[in-house]
């Protein structure tokens, strides 16, 4: 009986001590949605998405133009007709597949690159849902949501010089918080989302 109340008190003190290090509008929930970061670039990545067009567009007329039959044809009594023929299709598939794959790479690393770039962070009401704001090709923007628990910042603030890394459980790569957006509220970004979570 006399050993029980030590514990008991122990208990207490450790409760009380956690309480004392999660802040007051945590433990109940947040009363209301909370934006914990933005960064405007929609002109950036509308500019982004016309060169990625540009850039699929000119690779891919290079590739039908090296498809394309050349104009100038050898001579039928040439002594190495059809070593010539053969290379000339080789040079051309190669080409335009190589042209090809330099307009697909281009294409996919700007979109790619949108879609991970996070323009807005919305803490919701209650604190148990996240909703993230990205760029879309052509800055464009497209939102979800996913609880708290599944988000994992990768490093803290202070560490990366540029951009932040978030993991979310379920989508491949990471999204990217640029450093130079504005963060309203520090102290609730680092407790909620900028928290490491073993995912």
Same mark, same amino acid.
């Given at each position: 009986?006399?050993?029980?109340?030590?514990?008991?008190?122990?208990?207490?003190?450790?409760?009380?001590?956690?309480?004392?290090?999660?802040?007051?509008?945590?433990?109940?929930?947040?009363?209301?949605?909370?934006?914990?970061?933005?960064?405007?670039?929609?002109?950036?990545?509308?500019? #982004?998405?016309?060169?990625?067009?540009?850039?699929?567009?000119?690779?891919?007329?290079?590739?039908?133009?090296?498809?394309?039959?050349?104009?100038?044809?050898?001579?039928?009594?040439?002594?190495?007709?059809?070593?010539?023929?053969?290379?000339?299709?080789?040079?051309?598939?190669?080409?335009?597949?190589?042209?090809?794959?330099?307009?697909?790479?281009?294409?996919?690393?700007?979109?790619?690159?949108?879609?991970?770039?996070?323009?807005?962070?919305?803490?919701?009401?209650?604190?148990?849902?996240?909703? #993230?704001?990205?760029?879309?090709?052509?800055?464009?923007?497209?939102?979800?949501?996913?609880?708290?628990?599944?988000?994992?910042?990768?490093?803290?603030?202070?560490?990366?010089?540029?951009?932040?890394?978030?993991?979310?459980?379920?989508?491949?790569?990471?999204?990217?918080?640029?450093?130079?957006?504005?963060?309203?509220?520090?102290? #609730?970004?680092?407790?909620?989302?900028?928290?490491?979570?073993?995912?």
């Amino acid at each position: 009986m006399v050993a029980s109340v030590p514990l008991r008190n122990v208990s207490h003190l450790l409760s009380v001590l956690r309480s004392q290090n999660v802040p007051r509008y945590l433990q109940n929930g947040v009363p209301r949605d909370v934006l914990l970061f933005r960064h405007e670039r929609g002109r950036f990545f509308a500019i #982004l998405g016309l060169f990625c067009a540009g850039q699929g567009i000119f690779w891919t007329s290079l590739a039908v133009a090296a498809l394309s039959r050349p104009l100038s044809r050898v001579p039928a009594e040439a002594p190495n007709r059809s070593y010539q023929d053969l290379r000339s299709a080789l040079w051309r598939y190669g080409l335009a597949v190589g042209c090809g794959t330099m307009g697909v790479l281009v294409l996919g690393a700007g979109l790619l690159y949108s879609l991970r770039s996070v323009r807005s962070v919305m803490l919701l009401a209650g604190g148990q849902q996240v909703t #993230l704001t990205t760029y879309a090709p052509f800055g464009l923007g497209t939102c979800f949501t996913v609880p708290l628990n599944q988000i994992s910042c990768m490093a803290h603030r202070g560490e990366v010089p540029a951009m932040l890394p978030l993991k979310v459980k379920g989508r491949r790569f990471y999204f990217l918080l640029d450093k130079a957006g504005h963060f309203p509220n520090t102290q #609730l970004f680092d407790n909620t989302v900028g928290a490491y979570r073993s995912l």
